[in-house]
């Protein structure tokens, strides 16, 4: 059984940080997998933050979060961990962690949420200006 729980999240000023865990369940880093943040504004969309694909550590990023935010991995932890630098009060959202086992966003769209079969339940980001 696959699961994902993330941690993290917070309160913080505009130009604070913030690092998000996701820790997986019923997997195994020492193989190669395809992970992804996500993250939902009230009102909004679901929207792909970044992925990774721990056999290589090959990383994407959506452009708003370019240059502020790096996903990483640790194998031994089987965790994933999105840094947070410079938030902004657009980065207030729901962030949620996203496991795609069969490779299909990773081919086809990393930022494509449907593609993604396993979820967490997210924690909760606020930026204060």
């Known amino acids: 059984q696959v699961q994902l729980a993330e941690s993290g999240g917070g309160s913080v000023q505009a130009g604070g940080s913030l690092t998000l865990s996701c820790v997986v369940s019923?997997?195994?880093?020492?193989?190669?997998?395809?992970m992804g943040w996500f993250r939902q504004a009230p009102g909004k969309e679901r929207e792909g933050v970044a992925t990774i694909y721990t056999g290589r550590s090959v990383t994407y990023y959506d452009d708003s979060v370019k240059g502020r935010f790096t996903i990483s991995q640790d194998k031994a932890k089987n965790t994933v961990t999105l840094q947070m630098n410079s938030l902004k009060p657009e980065d207030t959202a729901m962030y949620y962690c996203a496991y795609d086992p069969r490779f299909r966003a990773y081919d086809s769209g990393w930022n494509d949420e449907s593609l993604y079969d396993y979820w967490g339940q997210g924690t909760q980001v606020t930026v204060s200006s």
């Open positions: 019923g997997i195994t880093f020492r193989n190669s997998h395809h």
